[in-house]
């Protein structure tokens, strides 16, 4: 069953891959950039959270406890915004995108891409506006369990969406349309905050209601867009499936490309249970990458530097107008860094860009942790030259996460699952992201109260393993198509013997 209709020699497949015509088309460019705006709804969210917690107008009304504690002296400087009810405000979303993301995965297979991409949309709207008006912290934590709501059903479907519009040669470029948006949401969130900060005593809701604008932009993008052909073919709409195939490539020249979508669409449509099927032996590279993937990409720490930027720099000593500046630098460097890996994980492949940002992202934590350890402690500031040293560090930081795995934590799984499991791998995947990022949004805090300068050093640690990870383990998706990942398994050194 390994094989279904597809051809069972893996040179005759890549016989057929070559024969794969099109080029990329203002509509399928357009479609990209529509559908990747799910990504600035997940940006959005990351960045606005943790400027919002620093304000402390908002602290004043839902968290009065950690307000008490930020003004006053503290113990320990690390400790001054230890609290769980306020991790939860952050946390409390990406639990419930967990929980979306598995229901949305039956939809988006039955469905297909664009229902979920609106639904998505028309859910975040819903959490927009009951957080800019929330009057109590259970009104509050209901509006972010609805954008939570919202990011479950985008990320399962944005990625898929991509991937199956762009042309394979392009694929990877074009897949990162969703880290672009991502990045520019984290951006513009934290622009946000730093203009918001000084209107008192609404900034906190004003902040958290233009979550709205890109919530709309989602909504009506997917009202207007169509669905994927290998959508279409999934549901048995062949004939509306070549024409939209057609029309994206830019030729009637589509008959490789169309044939293995429906020989994958017969093979998947034997499958009735693909949650039960992904477990089976011949699909055991993709589960695992399905879970370490997301695993690692979130213990990099880049969301605990996201999420608690500006908590994180006062800490340090910086000032409030300071912190937001640096956070907002931090989130401009991310969105630049984004741009690198689009115009090179086509061309160099995606091993080299995860493994080299993997080092990078190491000696970065390694020398924040050093310098923090000898430098800053209890009732302790940075000097100015350390703390620019610290922000050089952490921009450097989050440079590498930008082109490395950042953008190819989402582009590698979302390419790998053939069709008979691609929602339940997608959904696998959007689901242990959202179960380590809510770990991690909930424990930040407690560990950085507890491990100190030393939680940069436990990240640096995971990094570590998840860099000999990839050298081993991965093999290069660069220039496969999309329905025929199963043959690059089988050549795999290691993969090859666990099919075997």
Same mark, same amino acid.
Not at 210 to 238: F, H, K, Q, W, Y
Not at 314 to 321: L, N, V
Not at 415 to 429: H, M, N, V
Not at 469 to 487: A, C, D
């Given at each position: +069953?390994?094989?279904?209709?597809?051809?069972?020699? !893996?040179?005759?497949?890549?016989?057929?891959?070559?024969?794969?015509?099109?080029?990329?088309?203002?509509?399928?460019?357009?479609?990209?950039?529509?559908?990747?705006?799910?990504?600035?709804?997940?940006?959005?969210?990351?960045?606005?959270?943790?400027?919002?917690?620093? +304000?402390?107008?908002?602290?004043?009304?839902?968290?009065?406890?950690?307000?008490?504690?930020?003004?006053?002296?503290?113990?320990?400087?690390?400790?001054?915004?230890?609290?769980?009810?306020?991790?939860?405000?952050? !946390?409390?979303?990406?639990?419930?995108?967990?929980?979306?993301?598995?229901?949305?995965?039956?939809?988006?297979?039955?469905?297909?891409?664009?229902?979920?991409?609106?639904?998505?949309?028309? %859910?975040?709207? /819903?959490? *927009?506006?009951?957080?800019?008006?929330?009057?109590?912290?259970?009104?509050? =934590?209901?509006?972010?369990? #609805?954008?939570?709501?919202?990011?479950?059903?985008?990320?399962?479907?944005?990625?898929?969406?991509?991937?199956?519009?762009?042309?394979?040669?392009?694929?990877?470029?074009?897949?990162? +349309?969703?880290?672009?948006?991502?990045?520019?949401?984290?951006?513009?969130?934290? +622009?946000?905050?730093?203009?918001?900060?000084?209107?008192?005593?609404?900034?906190?809701?004003?902040?958290?209601?233009?979550?709205? @604008?890109?919530?709309?932009?989602?909504?009506?993008?997917?009202?207007? $867009?169509?669905?994927?052909?290998?959508?279409?073919?999934?549901?048995?709409?062949?004939?509306?499936?070549?024409?939209?195939?057609?029309?994206?490539?830019?030729?009637?020249? @589509?008959?490789?490309?169309?044939?293995?979508?429906?020989?994958?669409?017969?093979?998947?449509?034997? =499958?009735?249970?693909?949650?039960?099927?992904? $477990?089976?032996?011949?699909?055991?590279?993709?589960?695992?990458?399905? =879970?370490?993937?997301?695993?690692?990409?979130?213990?990099?720490?880049?969301?605990?530097?996201?999420?608690?930027?500006?908590?994180?720099?006062?800490? #340090?000593?910086?000032?409030?107008?300071?912190?937001?500046? %640096?956070?907002?630098?931090?989130?401009?460097?991310?969105?630049?860094?984004?741009?690198? *890996?689009?115009?090179?994980?086509?061309?160099?492949?995606?091993?080299?860009?995860?493994?080299?940002?993997?080092?990078?992202?190491?000696?970065?934590?390694?020398?924040?942790?050093?310098?923090?350890?000898?430098?800053?402690?209890?009732?302790?500031?940075? !000097?100015?030259?350390?703390?620019?040293?610290?922000?050089?560090?952490?921009?450097?930081?989050?440079?590498?996460?930008?082109?490395?795995?950042?953008?190819?934590?989402?582009?590698?799984?979302?390419?790998?699952?053939?069709?008979?499991?691609?929602?339940?791998?997608?959904?696998?995947?959007?689901?242990?992201?959202? $179960?380590?990022?809510?770990?991690?949004?909930?424990?930040?805090? *407690?560990?950085?109260?507890?491990?100190?300068?030393?939680?940069? $050093?436990?990240?640096?640690?995971?990094?570590?393993?998840?860099?000999?990870?990839?050298? /081993?383990?991965?093999?290069?998706?660069?220039?496969?198509?999309?329905?025929?990942?199963?043959?690059?398994?089988?050549?795999?050194?290691?993969?090859?013997?666990?099919?075997?």
């Amino acid at each position: +069953m390994a094989g279904g209709s597809f051809a069972t020699d !893996s040179s005759v497949a890549k016989e057929r891959a070559q024969q794969y015509k099109g080029r990329v088309t203002p509509y399928v460019i357009i479609a990209c950039v529509v559908a990747a705006t799910g990504g600035a709804l997940f940006g959005y969210d990351i960045g606005i959270s943790g400027g919002v917690t620093s +304000m402390d107008e908002f602290l004043q009304k839902f968290f009065p406890k950690v307000y008490k504690q930020k003004i006053h002296a503290h113990e320990n400087n690390y400790c001054k915004y230890d609290s769980q009810a306020l991790a939860a405000f952050t !946390s409390s979303l990406y639990i419930a995108g967990l929980v979306a993301s598995l229901i949305a995965s039956p939809i988006t297979r039955k469905y297909g891409r664009r229902l979920s991409i609106i639904c998505g949309g028309m %859910s975040f709207l /819903v959490g *927009s506006a009951l957080n800019a008006a929330a009057v109590n912290l259970e009104m509050l =934590i209901l509006g972010r369990i #609805m954008l939570g709501v919202g990011i479950g059903f985008g990320n399962q479907a944005v990625p898929l969406y991509l991937s199956e519009m762009a042309p394979t040669h392009l694929r990877g470029g074009l897949n990162m +349309m969703f880290q672009v948006a991502t990045t520019f949401g984290i951006f513009t969130a934290n +622009m946000v905050n730093y203009g918001t900060q000084n209107i008192k005593p609404w900034g906190w809701r004003l902040s958290l209601g233009l979550a709205a @604008v890109p919530a709309v932009l989602m909504t009506v993008g997917g009202i207007c $867009l169509p669905d994927t052909p290998n959508s279409l073919v999934e549901r048995g709409l062949n004939e509306k499936a070549r024409k939209l195939l057609e029309k994206i490539r830019g030729t009637a020249d @589509v008959d490789a490309e169309f044939q293995d979508m429906v020989d994958a669409s017969e093979l998947a449509s034997s =499958i009735k249970h693909p949650f039960r099927n992904i $477990l089976e032996k011949k699909y055991r590279p993709e589960l695992v990458m399905a =879970i370490f993937m997301p695993t690692f990409q979130i213990l990099t720490g880049i969301n605990s530097i996201l999420f608690y930027a500006p908590v994180l720099f006062q800490t #340090m000593g910086f000032g409030r107008a300071a912190s937001l500046y %640096s956070s907002a630098l931090t989130g401009g460097v991310l969105a630049s860094s984004t741009f690198i *890996s689009i115009a090179t994980v086509d061309k160099l492949g995606r091993r080299p860009l995860l493994i080299s940002g993997g080092i990078q992202m190491i000696i970065c934590q390694v020398i924040v942790g050093i310098i923090l350890g000898v430098q800053f402690g209890d009732n302790k500031e940075l !000097s100015k030259g350390f703390s620019i040293l610290v922000v050089v560090f952490i921009c450097l930081f989050v440079l590498a996460f930008g082109w490395s795995w950042g953008p190819l934590g989402w582009t590698v799984p979302s390419e790998i699952f053939p069709l008979e499991i691609r929602s339940a791998g997608q959904s696998i995947t959007v689901a242990v992201n959202l $179960l380590f990022t809510f770990i991690i949004a909930q424990a930040f805090l *407690s560990l950085l109260c507890s491990f100190k300068f030393g939680i940069f $050093l436990f990240f640096a640690g995971w990094i570590t393993i998840m860099t000999l990870f990839v050298y /081993v383990f991965l093999p290069e998706t660069k220039g496969i198509p999309i329905e025929e990942m199963s043959f690059m398994w089988r050549r795999h050194w290691f993969w090859k013997r666990v099919l075997a």
